[in-house]
Nanobody, 131 residues
Framework: QVQLVESGGGSVQAGGSLRLSCVVS?????????MGWIRQAPGKEREGVAA???????VYADSVKGRFTISEDKAKNTLYLQMNSLKPEDTAMYYC????????????????????????WGQGTQVTVSS
């Protein structure tokens, strides 16, 4: 059992920045989770944004590479997503998600693998970017 609680969403103008946080709690150790961020815009399918493996390896969607950075603080059981140079097309509900198990080499597995294997989700935090 694990609970994920996101925060940090909001409304910004294009070019602005936001940092999302996700606090993880529950019986499952944070270190035994592969964490990531998923987003869903109205009328669109869910999209993997970024994920981080147990070994610190990361993978990003092409649409956010160079603008978003995923990181985690295991001492605080917290996952982050630093979002810079935001664009209107980044507008979506952002969800923190976890794959249960120690995952290494997430680049080779990819975000589609992460989406298919998520076992826990947060409630989401809204990000709105205006032009």
């Amino acid at each position: 059992q694990v609970q994920l609680v996101e925060s940090g969403g909001g409304s910004v103008q294009a070019g602005g920045s936001l940092r999302l946080s996700c606090v993880v709690s529950g019986k499952t150790s944070f270190g035994s989770l592969c964490m990531g961020w998923i987003r869903q815009a109205p009328g669109k399918e869910r999209e993997g944004v970024a994920a981080i493996g147990e070994d610190g390896s990361t993978v990003y969607a092409d649409s956010v590479k160079g603008r978003f950075t995923i990181s985690e603080d295991k001492a605080k059981n917290t996952l982050y997503l630093q979002m810079n140079s935001l664009k209107p097309e980044d507008t979506a509900m952002y969800y923190c998600a976890a794959v249960h198990g120690e995952v290494t080499g997430i680049q080779g597995l990819g975000l589609e693998w992460f989406l298919r294997n998520t076992g826990s989700w947060g409630q989401g935090t809204q990000v709105t970017v205006s032009s």
